[in-house]
């Protein structure tokens, strides 16, 4: 569909100048003609005058990155008016009002203003690589190639929807330790920048001296003195490890590292390989199902992997295919999958129903992570609770020792 411009009169002279989408100029005049009205100029609308009559006038109003929820909304949607047979620019202009993201409606307009240049979906969408991943760009240039661009727009809001929910589980998971963390922090604040001081002055008001506090009270009394005085330094240290940190994994080296620390945490690390795995699985098996080469969603799937040691593995098992060989024998090699998963893949292979079975992994490993999930968060209530405790009591006996010590120089 084109855009044009056009001027007109109708029936009683008045001239009516608007925009209006028509496959060409014949059928736009002959719309107007059954309209009633005469046709005195009619102008082909270019993309970018269209975009900066939408308010984009190549400037980016909105930062920040789109919601998973709302492209997975997005792509649902688009699923759904591509298969009604909906036009491309038509399905745009609709979405973009349907949007309830500003930053997502610039995205549309400024895919939409593409299209209407000559440009192909996944092309327009290229030039969005922060909202887009390889993984949709890969599936929809497949969609466009194979004609079945509704197909594979459903699978990618189905992707997007798993990985929302998993993610939401993990956020769930860890939601309680870190009130926990935080209640406990403002619980060892009060107790040492107020109620401690407090105390202190009591006991010297009393006639004991510093040097007769017992030891835990001088080292409380020490970190009091530190985070009343010196909470700057504190601020400063989490800085320069924040600094650090970021340094190190921008690296290559350093994030090769970090990545084999994190799989070798207690606890953690088996869950974080489980994650993997479960992504590496559910990529793959969307990306070949919705007819993408194996070369090319090999390679996609690896960089949707956050982590180089797994990403390293599917990317030599990538490389010993364009040689002819299997992709199980290099992932066993790289130790990074488990047995299950690696003749799964064979038997994938072998049968050449690779994405189904991929797929019957993806679901394995998910409710994997539900499981270790649900067995952390029944774990950390105990051990945080007691930690708490642990905590708190040491604050409150060191502040009352101090009495015991006063008691007994005045029972001498």
Same mark, same amino acid.
């Given at each position: 569909?084109?855009?044009?411009?056009?001027?007109?009169?109708?029936?009683?002279?008045?001239?009516?100048?608007?925009?209006?989408?028509?496959?060409?100029?014949?059928?736009?005049?002959?719309?107007?003609?059954?309209?009633?009205?005469?046709?005195?100029?009619?102008?082909?609308?270019?993309?970018?005058?269209?975009?900066?009559?939408?308010?984009?006038?190549?400037?980016?109003?909105?930062?920040?990155?789109?919601?998973?929820?709302?492209?997975?909304?997005?792509?649902?949607?688009?699923?759904?008016?591509?298969?009604?047979?909906?036009?491309?620019?038509?399905?745009?202009?609709?979405? &973009?009002?349907?949007?309830?993201?500003?930053?997502?409606?610039?995205?549309?307009?400024?895919?939409?203003? &593409?299209?209407?240049?000559?440009?192909?979906?996944?092309?327009?969408?290229?030039?969005?690589?922060?909202?887009?991943?390889?993984?949709?760009?890969?599936?929809?240039?497949?969609?466009?190639?194979?004609?079945?661009?509704?197909?594979?727009?459903?699978?990618?809001?189905?992707?997007?929807?798993?990985?929302?929910?998993?993610?939401?589980?993990?956020?769930?998971?860890?939601?309680?330790?870190?009130?926990?963390?935080?209640?406990?922090?403002?619980?060892?604040?009060?107790?040492?920048?107020?109620?401690?001081?407090?105390?202190?002055?009591?006991?010297?008001?009393?006639?004991?001296?510093?040097?007769?506090?017992?030891?835990?009270?001088?080292?409380?009394?020490?970190?009091?003195?530190?985070?009343?005085?010196?909470?700057?330094?504190?601020?400063?240290?989490?800085?320069?490890?924040?600094?650090?940190?970021?340094?190190?994994?921008?690296?290559?080296?350093?994030?090769?590292?970090?990545?084999?620390?994190?799989?070798?945490?207690?606890?953690?690390?088996?869950?974080?390989?489980?994650?993997?795995?479960?992504?590496?699985?559910?990529?793959?098996?969307?990306?070949?199902?919705?007819?993408?080469?194996?070369?090319?969603?090999?390679?996609?799937?690896?960089?949707?992997?956050?982590?180089?040691?797994?990403?390293?593995?599917?990317?030599?098992?990538?490389?010993?295919?364009?040689?002819?060989?299997?992709?199980?024998?290099?992932?066993?090699?790289?130790?990074?999958?488990?047995?299950?998963?690696?003749?799964?893949?064979?038997?994938?292979?072998?049968?050449?129903?690779?994405?189904?079975?991929? &797929?019957?992994?993806?679901?394995?490993?998910?409710?994997?992570?539900?499981?270790?999930?649900?067995?952390?968060?029944?774990?950390?209530?105990?051990?945080?609770?007691?930690?708490?405790?642990?905590?708190?009591?040491?604050?409150?006996?060191?502040?009352?020792?101090?009495?015991?010590?006063?008691?007994?120089?005045?029972?001498?």
């Amino acid at each position: 569909m084109t855009t044009y411009a056009y001027v007109a009169r109708d029936k009683t002279g008045r001239e009516i100048s608007e925009t209006l989408e028509a496959p060409n100029k014949d059928a736009l005049l002959q719309q107007l003609r059954d309209r009633g009205l005469y046709v005195s100029q009619v102008t082909e609308q270019k993309a970018t005058s269209r975009a900066k009559k939408k308010g984009m006038g190549g400037i980016t109003l909105f930062k920040g990155r789109v919601k998973l929820r709302d492209l997975s909304i997005f792509f649902r949607q688009f699923a759904t008016m591509i298969n009604a047979g909906v036009s491309l620019v038509r399905c745009l202009d609709v979405l &973009e009002q349907q949007s309830s993201s500003y930053r997502l409606k610039e995205i549309i307009r400024d895919i939409e203003s &593409e299209i209407e240049g000559g440009a192909s979906l996944s092309r327009a969408m290229l030039k969005h690589p922060k909202t887009f991943s390889n993984l949709a760009i890969g599936l929809t240039r497949a969609g466009e190639v194979g004609g079945v661009l509704d197909e594979t727009m459903e699978r990618l809001a189905t992707f997007i929807e798993k990985d929302m929910d998993m993610r939401r589980k993990i956020k769930s998971a860890m939601t309680y330790p870190v009130l926990v963390l935080i209640f406990a922090g403002g619980i060892v604040l009060l107790l040492t920048t107020y109620i401690l001081p407090k105390f202190i002055k009591l006991f010297t008001d009393l006639g004991l001296e510093e040097d007769q506090f017992p030891l835990p009270t001088l080292m409380l009394m020490k970190f009091s003195d530190f985070v009343i005085h010196r909470w700057w330094a504190a601020i400063l240290i989490v800085v320069a490890l924040v600094i650090v940190y970021n340094r190190i994994r921008a690296t290559k080296t350093g994030k090769h590292y970090l990545d084999i620390i994190k799989l070798k945490l207690p606890v953690f690390g088996g869950l974080t390989h489980k994650v993997a795995v479960a992504r590496f699985s559910r990529t793959l098996s969307t990306l070949l199902g919705s007819g993408v080469p194996i070369l090319q969603a090999m390679e996609t799937t690896a960089g949707t992997i956050d982590n180089d040691l797994i990403s390293d593995a599917v990317l030599a098992a990538r490389a010993s295919i364009r040689e002819g060989d299997t992709i199980g024998d290099p992932l066993a090699a790289s130790r990074q999958f488990p047995p299950m998963v690696v003749q799964m893949i064979t038997i994938g292979e072998e049968t050449g129903q690779l994405d189904a079975m991929l &797929e019957k992994v993806a679901d394995f490993y998910e409710s994997e992570v539900d499981a270790t999930l649900e067995s952390l968060a029944a774990a950390l209530e105990p051990v945080m609770i007691v930690l708490l405790g642990v905590v708190v009591g040491f604050i409150v006996i060191s502040m009352f020792l101090p009495l015991i010590e006063i008691i007994g120089q005045l029972s001498q």
